[in-house]
């Protein structure tokens, strides 16, 4: 054994290994055109080839011999005894590093937005590209659309391409390359402070400041900076099919708080008011005929309004396809119908038609 080898097994720090993917500070030493030569001080000389080259030819070129700069080694030692190195990886690797700093620190960070699909926001921190997805976006921001389509959807979206947002990183992988980011999370402390004063179960004065196919969205009248949602389905204890059948922008209502989850509060207005459900029973009965309003065709059959709160449904296998059922029934007539089951825990109807009235009556009714 050489007296070199004795000293790299008794005092190994003398001589550094570099393992694959370390980051370390290189210094150019000159510039070809098929090669770039960088010293990696204490342990030996680096190039930056082939690929590398091309994709790190916009990081060279401004650079002088002597210069330092970080690498992130690919080989740590190629047939020809050079480093390898990449000059690229390392930008991103100190990029990945910045934006973990960054969600560490748990701080709002402004971003310009550059693109948009159905699924969220596109931009860009630190040269890496971000996803801001629309579950993420504040209440103000939220789109709210009474028509519900993907166009729609990214035509709503796109009118933040080129806007800056505030917002916070929420989560980083850099093995797929995804950082997600979320406007939401940047919520003034003096907001969360004020969201925690309520409690499930308070009941709440507001204004109907917003609507979208999914539900409506409800500015506290003590607190405006606090927005709640009241879903669809917590409007009415009847079946609709548009928040605009219940309320408008700008009606005051009470609301009962539902739930309170990630500085978010969930309302409901059929909670103030009775179930017409619990007492069905004493209203019809399976195998009654009873007179119901065609209120609205839906792709499974149509629904048949029996009075103001309840509304039931014959099933379009009923009468054997869509357009057979058009030609037997119209909206805004009134029919005869055979109620074939009630089932109040999952406020349903199941009606057949019974027979068609000799003279249909005209009932006025709003489709929404």
């Not at 204890?237 to 989850?261: C, F, Q, W, Y």
């Amino acid at each position: 054994m050489d007296t070199l080898t004795q000293l790299i097994k008794a005092k190994p720090e003398i001589v550094p290994i570099l393992k694959k993917g370390e980051i370390v500070s290189v210094k150019l030493v000159e510039k070809a055109s098929r090669v770039a030569y960088f010293e990696v001080q204490g342990i030996g000389t680096g190039v930056v080839l082939g690929r590398e080259l091309m994709n790190g030819r916009d990081i060279l070129k401004p650079l002088n011999t002597g210069e330092v700069i970080s690498a992130k080694v690919s080989n740590p030692e190629n047939e020809d005894g050079f480093i390898e190195l990449s000059l690229t990886e390392a930008d991103k690797q100190k990029s990945w590093q910045i934006v973990k700093e960054l969600q560490e620190k748990d701080e709002p960070i402004k971003v310009k937005i550059v693109a948009a699909n159905s699924g969220g926001l596109m931009t860009e921190i630190e040269d890496l590209k971000a996803f801001l997805p629309v579950s993420q976006l504040s209440s103000e921001h939220y789109p709210r659309m009474q028509e519900q389509s993907r166009e729609k959807l990214i035509e709503e979206l796109n009118k933040f391409v080129g806007e800056e947002l505030e917002v916070k990183i929420i989560s980083i992988n850099q093995r797929t390359n995804k950082l997600i980011v979320s406007e939401k999370e940047v919520l003034s402390q003096n907001v969360k402070d004020l969201i925690n004063k309520y409690k499930v179960g308070d009941i709440v004065p507001g204004i109907i400041s917003g609507l979208a196919n999914f539900g409506a969205f409800i500015r506290f009248a003590d607190n405006p900076e606090i927005e709640g949602l009241i879903h669809i389905s917590e409007l009415d204890h009847r079946l609709i099919e548009s928040p605009k059948e219940v309320v408008t922008v700008g009606d005051m209502v009470n609301a009962k708080v539902m739930d309170i989850k990630d500085n978010r509060i969930s309302l409901s207005l059929k909670a103030l008011q009775p179930d017409p459900w619990k007492e069905i029973d004493k209203q019809f009965k399976a195998e009654d005929i009873v007179k119901g309003l065609v209120y609205k065709f839906n792709p499974f059959g149509a629904f048949i309004k029996l009075n103001d709160d309840i509304v039931g449904l014959i099933h379009v296998s009923e009468f054997g396809s869509t357009e057979a059922m058009r030609s037997e029934i119209a909206v805004g007539q009134t029919y005869d119908f055979l109620i074939v089951s009630i089932k109040p825990e999952e406020k349903r109807i199941v009606l057949k038609l019974a027979k068609k009235i000799s003279t249909p009556i005209q009932t006025e009714t709003n489709n929404g």
